[in-house]
């Protein structure tokens, strides 16, 4: 049975709470439920597009159901026609997305570079104002050239469904109709070894969603996620190519780009919701590592378990691997005046006391290991 649970507006910060059956059974181990999960300070994210609709109709996108001005939204968004022109001013922005942009400057591109390999967020929705003639100077690096497909046209196909960007995907029932928004025409693009793609172009090997990490400062880096058509794909230049936003109830494109970004704001932050046995490896909050004066020799936290005595820890850098959670409950972690945690439930396949098939018995045991009982006696 899966029940969705409504929380009020909370403060910034961490949060643990318990979902508990009231009515009392036989089985009360599964009664109780633990979560957690952290309210964030709205991401500043910066979208740049040629097209003023376009780009408010996806920044409406991200901040739906409030408007995009709304202090309550989860990003606060700038929209602008041109990229930042010096560093500092990239570094304001948790995340970057590119609507349909043209071949950057050599000066630009370093500064796109630069910000991806300092920890940036970058999204990339590649359409027709993309031009070159030289492939070595290409933006992305890999893109080879456009590529029209035939009526009635191709559609996404999702080979990575465990990808953060669309794993939510997974939970809707029936499934995502992709094969009723078309695509006319892409950049095919060669991608490298260490790109990861998490989506392609039915029928074919071209990559339509990847994920590219920069391999500089691992501790650091930040990826650039490429789509190689545009979305949202409404203005005259790019009306053409795709209908993922034009469709009729275009709801798939529209959770697309919300799991993209929110992927791309929370990349690293680490699992808050654990099953027993497993391990998370957690990115510290600015008030953990800010607040603890022996920051040059790492972040010293204790963990404060379920059951037993409290656990010191040493952050490195700004994050902490936690392992052999085992107990279910709330873990606590605290530094000088600040706290955060996971919760750790047990494992559902454990509390499965339905009966089992009979014939399971035989790939288990000999036949000569085990006897049907048929009655009581």
Do not use: C
Not at 91 to 104: H, N, S, T, Y
Request: no cysteine; aromatic share 6%; glycine share 6%.
């Amino acid at each position: 049975m899966r029940t969705l649970l409504a929380v009020p507006p909370l403060d910034v910060g961490t949060h643990h709470g318990i979902v508990r059956i009231a009515s009392e059974d036989q089985f009360a181990i599964d009664n109780t439920h633990y979560v957690t999960f952290v309210v964030q300070p709205s991401k500043r994210l910066l979208i740049v597009g040629a097209d003023r609709d376009e780009a408010d109709l996806l920044a409406g996108a991200l901040t739906a159901p409030l408007a995009v001005e709304d202090p309550l939204a989860e990003y606060a968004i700038e929209i602008s026609e041109f990229l930042p022109s010096d560093e500092a001013s990239w570094k304001e922005f948790a995340a970057v997305i590119l609507i349909d942009p043209p071949l950057p400057s050599p000066p630009a591109r370093s500064l796109l570079e630069q910000y991806v390999q300092s920890g940036g967020q970058l999204l990339s929705l590649l359409g027709p104002s993309l031009a070159s003639d030289d492939p070595a100077s290409a933006f992305p690096a890999g893109v080879v050239r456009t590529w029209r497909v035939p009526e009635p046209g191709t559609f996404l196909e999702i080979i990575r469904p465990n990808h953060p960007s669309v794993s939510t995907l997974r939970e809707i029932a029936g499934g995502v109709p992709w094969n009723a928004f078309r695509i006319s025409q892409y950049w095919q693009m060669n991608a490298s070894e260490d790109d990861l793609i998490i989506a392609k172009y039915a029928g074919t090997d071209h990559p339509a969603l990847i994920e590219r990490t920069s391999s500089k400062n691992a501790e650091q880096a930040g990826v650039h996620f490429i789509m190689t058509t545009p979305l949202p794909a409404l203005a005259t230049a790019t009306r053409g190519w795709n209908r993922l936003f034009s469709g009729a109830d275009a709801w798939p494109a529209f959770l697309l780009t919300r799991n993209l970004v929110d992927a791309m704001v929370n990349r690293g932050q680490g699992n808050r919701n654990l099953l027993a046995g497993q391990s998370t490896r957690l990115t510290l909050g600015d008030e953990l590592v800010a607040n603890d004066v022996s920051r040059s020799s790492g972040v010293r936290l204790q963990m404060f378990p379920p059951t037993g005595p409290p656990v010191p820890l040493l952050a490195t850098g700004s994050s902490v691997t936690l392992a052999q959670l085992d107990a279910p409950g709330t873990y606590w972690l605290r530094a000088q005046g600040a706290s955060t945690g996971v919760s750790v439930n047990l494992v559902p396949e454990e509390l499965d006391l339905s009966r089992i098939d009979t014939a399971l018995l035989g790939e288990w045991m000999e036949p000569e290991q085990y006897t049907i009982a048929k009655s009581r006696d």
